[in-house]
Nanobody, 126 residues
Framework: QVQLVESGGGLVQAGGSLRLSCAASGRTFSSYCMGWFRQAPGKEREFVAVISGGGGSTYYADSVKGRFTISRDNAKNTVYLQMNSLNAEDTAVYYC???????????????????WGQGTQVTVSS
């Protein structure tokens, strides 16, 4: 069982930056592929970024490529999402998710993830 707690959301102006954190419980954090998803009002939850258990592989949605960076610190059981050049379309609740394996195949589908955090709100004002 893994518990995930996100933090770092808030209100930011367009063009600004935020860094989200997701702290995980348990002693086998490096065994989990970790992803970030987001859900805007009235829209389905969508994939944002993912990182493999060892941190060597990362994948991004086209909409955030070049602006967002996912990273992890396995010693701290934490995954991060650095978000730069934010715009209004990035406004959403951001969720951290964990897959029960270190590799990240089929990473876009939210159904492939076993554990979810409660979400953190990111609001970008234009």
């Amino acid at each position: 069982q893994v518990q995930l707690v996100e933090s770092g959301g808030g209100l930011v102006q367009a063009g600004g930056s935020l860094r989200l954190s997701c702290a995980a419980s348990g002693r086998t954090f490096s065994s989990y592929c970790m992803g970030w998803f987001r859900q805007a009002p009235g829209k389905e939850r969508e994939f944002v970024a993912v990182i493999s258990g060892g941190g060597g592989s990362t994948y991004y949605a086209d909409s955030v490529k070049g602006r967002f960076t996912i990273s992890r610190d396995n010693a701290k059981n934490t995954v991060y999402l650095q978000m730069n050049s934010l715009n209004a379309e990035d406004t959403a609740v951001y969720y951290c998710a964990a897959k029960g394996i270190p590799t990240c195949s089929a990473y876009v589908s939210s159904q492939r993830y076993n554990y979810w955090g409660q979400g953190t709100q990111v609001t970008v004002s234009s």
